[in-house]
């Protein structure tokens, strides 16, 4: 069995910072694809930030936090991170952490997996 836990959520001011983290945990070979996603009241959930496995020239990011966050990832960890600087109030929401993860003994099969989520919460 594998799971994600997330932290680093808060209350921040507008203009200020946050670091999220998750780790996975579990049995667990591999881990392909890494993200944050987020969701707001009353809307739908949507990509901030994905990374490959092979890092740091393999980023997407959602238009809307470009220049502001930063996703990276500790592979011997098994976490990934989202700094996230000068936040905005529309950047509150529940942040969700995914991740494409390969247990031993799966092969080349993956389960893709979902954290519990993270309040971020930003006041102007």
């Known amino acids: 069995q594998v799971g994600l836990v997330e932290s680093g959520g808060g209350s921040v001011q507008a203009g200020g910072s946050l670091r999220l983290s998750c780790e996975a945990s579990g049995s667990i070979f591999s881990i392909n694809d890494m993200g944050w996603y987020r969701q707001a009241p009353g809307k739908q959930r949507d990509m901030v930030a994905t990374i490959k496995r092979s890092g740091p020239g393999n980023i997407v990011y959602a238009d809307s936090v470009k220049g502001r966050f930063t996703i990276s990832r500790d592979n011997a960890k098994n976490t990934v991170y989202l700094q996230m600087n000068s936040l905005r109030t529309e950047d509150t929401a529940v942040y969700y952490c995914?991740?494409?993860?390969?247990?031993w003994g799966w092969g080349q099969r993956s389960l893709n997996s979902w954290g519990q989520g993270t309040q971020v919460t930003v006041s102007s």
């Open positions: 995914n991740a494409d993860i390969v247990p």
